[in-house]
């Protein structure tokens, strides 16, 4: 089984930061990479699939990169509808993981 | 507007059975695989099980195989998860979410609020 790893486990940022999240997997997914977003007791959003595109509808502050075994989530300019809880998926095989999220919090 | 909604949690025994269903509308079911996703308190995004558009396709993850089945009916835009056996550690929220395509394995674009499970005695 394929292992994603994320770090941070919690960030803390500001309104208006530039944030970063890291997904790391255990061996390479090429680009078969997806970011989420989940607030408790709503449904998780797609934001990123395939590694950096972005899902419509979603604000263009998200951003993907990476390939292989390397991947981040960036948002550009931290907005207060953006604390939640993030996570990476692969989809390598139909086995797919999850990372074990990237809480953002308020500072 | 797609929507899935999903219904059947509850408190159950361990050793006891439950079965989940989700309601999907708002797009054309039956040209989608579909899968159920759980999160346990406190913990990640867990993939359970996947069912392709035809039903020609189904896994499960090693946690649950055995002892869940997936299911639909395309007539009735509908996606079941029949949980035997259950475990304490089968307590969790369990989401049905959506492939982009009819099968394969990708990402999940669409999502329901999630029914809760709670196994206890």
């Known amino acids: 089984d394929i292992q994603m790893t994320q770090s941070p486990s919690t960030l803390s940022a500001s309104v208006g930061d530039r944030v970063t999240i890291t997904c790391r997997a255990s061996q390479s997914i090429s680009v078969w990479l997806a970011w989420y977003q989940h607030k408790p007791g709503k449904a998780p959003k797609l934001l990123i699939y395939k590694a950096s595109d972005l899902e419509s509808g979603v604000p263009s502050r998200f951003s993907g990169s990476g390939s292989g075994t390397e991947f981040t989530l960036t948002i550009s300019s931290l907005q207060p509808d953006d604390f939640a809880t993030y996570y990476c998926?692969?989809?390598?095989?139909?086995?797919?993981?999850f990372g074990q999220g990237t809480k953002v919090e308020i500072k | 507007e797609v929507q899935l909604v999903e219904s059947g949690g509850g408190l159950v025994q361990p050793g006891g059975s439950l079965r989940l269903s989700c309601a999907a509308s708002?797009?054309?079911?039956?040209?989608?695989?579909m899968n159920w996703v759980r999160q346990a308190p406190g913990k990640g995004l867990e993939w359970v099980s996947y069912?392709?558009?035809?039903?020609?396709?189904?896994f499960y993850a090693d946690s649950v195989k055995g002892r869940f089945t997936i299911s639909r009916d395309n007539a009735k835009s509908s996606l079941y998860l029949q949980m035997n056996s259950l475990r304490d550690e089968d307590t969790a929220v369990y989401y049905c979410a959506r492939d982009p395509y009819s099968t394969g394995w990708y990402w999940f674009d669409r999502w329901g609020q999630g029914t809760l499970v709670t196994v206890s005695s």
């Open positions: 998926q692969h989809y390598n095989s139909y086995f797919r993981t």
């Open positions: 069912i392709s558009s035809t039903s020609s396709t189904i």
């Open positions: 708002g797009f054309t079911f039956s040209s989608y695989s």
